[in-house]
Structure formats: structure tokens, C-alpha cells
């Protein structure tokens, strides 16, 4: 298995790690550690910089469940997953953690 991209710094919540659009990915430390003090203010968000060797992450989201399947860094690879097992799994959801967008439905 070779590994593809590199390595992101994530600025994330615990408190909200089930919402991939709150702890975004970054390329630098730098840009993480900015985020997150800026975010940081009051109790609302308690963010650690942290490093993460995936840029894509594949959840399982339904009124009953909403957790990580799968992760990677490339789209290509996120999207053949989700072809894998969109027959049995109808609530896939694609979310890229640098740009913040998600992909949901036939992709």
C-alpha cells in the first residue's frame, strides 16, 4: 500500500467531533493554530491542533448514527468506497475536510 498526499493539521473539537464541517484541515500548523485561537473564545469550543494523514473522511449519517466509515486523501479512492458500499448504505456522506464541502446521494 503506498501512501498518497501527505499529512493535514486539524484543528478539532471533541465536543463536536461527530461534525466534520467544525474541524477543519489544514495545510500548515500555522493556519490550524490560527483557527483554533481565533475559535477558542469562551466555552463553545475547545480545539487542539492535532495532525491527520487523510484529507477526506466518509461517515455513516442516519437519524441513529453519525460515525466515520473511512478515510483517505485521495477524492478518487473516497469515491470508489462510497461506490463499494452505497448499495448496502443508502446515508453516506463525503466530507473534505480542507474546503469544508460534503457530497452526499449518488456521487
Known amino acids: ?6 499529512i493535514y493539521y486539524q ?31 469562551g466555552n463553545s469550543h475547545m480545539y487542539v491542533v492535532r495532525m491527520i494523514n487523510y484529507r477526506y473522511e466518509i461517515r455513516i449519517v442516519n437519524p441513529n448514527q453519525n460515525e466515520m466509515m473511512y478515510t ?4 478518487n479512492d473516497a469515491i470508489d468506497y462510497i461506490d463499494s458500499y452505497s448499495p448496502a448504505h443508502d446515508d453516506l456522506v463525503l466530507y473534505d475536510l480542507k474546503t469544508g464541502k460534503f457530497y452526499e446521494g449518488n456521487l
Open 1 to 6: 500500500m503506498t501512501e498518497i498526499g501527505g
Open 11 to 41: 484543528a478539532y473539537d471533541y465536543k463536536w467531533r461527530t461534525d466534520p464541517s467544525i474541524n477543519p484541515a489544514f495545510d500548515t500548523k500555522e493556519e490550524a493554530y490560527e483557527y483554533a485561537n481565533t475559535y477558542n473564545e
Open 72 to 75: 483517505t486523501n485521495d477524492f
